[in-house]
């Protein structure tokens, strides 16, 4: 959160236009910023990650009925969305370096059907932009990335919503950049981008004119500026994570059964999450049984993702989570560690000797 004097600032021209939601002034500004912060041709900003995600989908007109390749190694969003549309996601697995869609398995699951692939960009990584790119227009398929972990972060220099037709982020609260609750759209083609805008409206085209069934996800006033103060400190707060991230890989990156997230080559990335990957054999705990311990000792780490959406409740009668048998291994064993840019060199310290199994509640 910013300083509070600084929100207040922020908002307090809203008391004199009253003007508190409906792309006002807050929510121009916000989107140039972004558009220039993360170096991109065109955005919008929606109400959150998860109506950029759904609205996007449904501004791509796909056929219904359609298949859309996706993973299940992700928030449950991704997959609701399809649904969502009327769209069938069909799973493909991850891969076991970084955790982004395995492009080597996407071909097969291609049919007839298929209209569109949806990556996620998992922890900041990167999915393989450039094969999922090949294979997209080799096959007419259109590209929506979930990029909801990769806010900010570059790709050989290119803002990393300047990949695929389409690319969504989220503000929600929780994210390395944060408007409460909020998400923005990035996009490609003019008419793709007057399709959403008219589906965040309402489908309302003109004073008098409603041509489409639209919802409702605007921005409103207060989120945007939000967004305005968090983005003057978004650099900072990055770099803050880094020192965190840093201070883990000295201390537990070379434990015997803990795999740490790899450097990916030619991102710059935002530090948005710490995933451990825990081999019961060598470490000599399983991940449920670390986790449990951490929490003894009073940290919250998070089993994410787990389950895999191809096993949730709503989803599991038509998939077999077999199919994705790496995603399947990955959601089991990992652990996300605690890591925001507040969070002190000394709470580390404390977090790794538990880790390490260095003193604390056994
Ligand atoms: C957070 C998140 C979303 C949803 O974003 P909201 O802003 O919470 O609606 C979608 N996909 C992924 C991978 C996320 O982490």
Known sequence: MPALEEYV?????IWDTHWLTNMGEKHKRLQKELQE???????????????????????????????????????????????RNGLVPVFCDINSKDYTIDVSKIEKLITKKTSAIMPVHVYGNICDVE????????????????????????YKEHGVGEFGDVSCFSFHATKVFN?????????????????LYRLKNFGIRGPECVDGV????KMNEFCAAMGLC?????????AKRKKVVDM???????VSGIQTNLQQKDVKQNYSYFP?????????????????????????????????TNEFECYRSQYDVKDTPVALDISKHVLTLPLYADLTLEEVEKICKVILKEGGKK
């Open 179 to 195: 408007t409460i609750e909020g998400g923005a759209v990035c996009f490609k083609d003019e008419q793709f981008g007057l399709d």
């Open 214 to 217: 639209g919802a409702n996800a």
């Open 9 to 13: 600032e922020e908002i307090k021209d």
């Open 131 to 154: 094969t999922i790119e090949q294979i997209a227009s080799a096959y007419g398929l259109k590209v929506i990335y979930d990029a909801a972990h990769a806010f900010g972060e570059t």
């Open 276 to 308: 451990i990957i825990i081999d019961e054999e060598k470490y000599g705990e399983s991940r449920n049984q670390l986790y449990d311990r951490l929490k003894e000792n009073g940290i919250y780490s998070r089993k994410y993702f787990y389950p895999l």
């Open 248 to 254: 883990y890989m000295e201390r537990i990156g070379e």
């Open 37 to 83: 912060y993360l170096n991109v041709a065109n955005i919008d900003l929606l109400t959150n990650g998860h109506m950029a995600l759904e609205l996007s989908l449904q501004a791509l007109n796909l056929p219904r009925g359609s298949e859309v390749i996706t993973t299940p190694f992700t928030f449950a969003s991704t997959t609701h969305a399809i649904v």
């Open 230 to 238: 968090n983005l003057k400190h978004i650099d900072n707060e990055i």
